[in-house]
């Protein structure tokens, strides 16, 4: 194999697991916020997670909805965000 060859498998090796990568969306019920300063202590939280472009907390709807990458960020790391703040989250389902 040459070595522009070689280098070239090496830079899509290299990239691979970026092309797999897409953003998600996932909206968390979080049924413990109490007050209106709440949304600003998980939108905090969840911001920190590696991988989160996006979050909106609404205290009405006692909601988060989180963009993330799903290479760099897990539903796991969301939820965990939000419990290690005292605020346990569920993944909202829609009946």
Known sequence: MTPT???ALLALLAAAPFAAAKQ???QLTVPTMDCATCPITI???LSKV????????????????IVYDDARAT?????K????VGYPAM???SH
Do not use: F, H, M, W
């Open 24 to 26: 998600q969306t996932v």
């Open 5 to 7: 060859r070689t280098l």
């Open 81 to 84: 965000a939000t419990e290690d």
């Open 43 to 45: 939108k905090t939280a």
């Open 75 to 79: 539903l796991a790391d969301l939820k």
């Open 50 to 65: 590696p991988g989160v472009s996006k979050v909106q907390v609404s205290y009405a709807k006692r909601e988060a909805i």
């Open 91 to 93: 993944l909202k389902t």
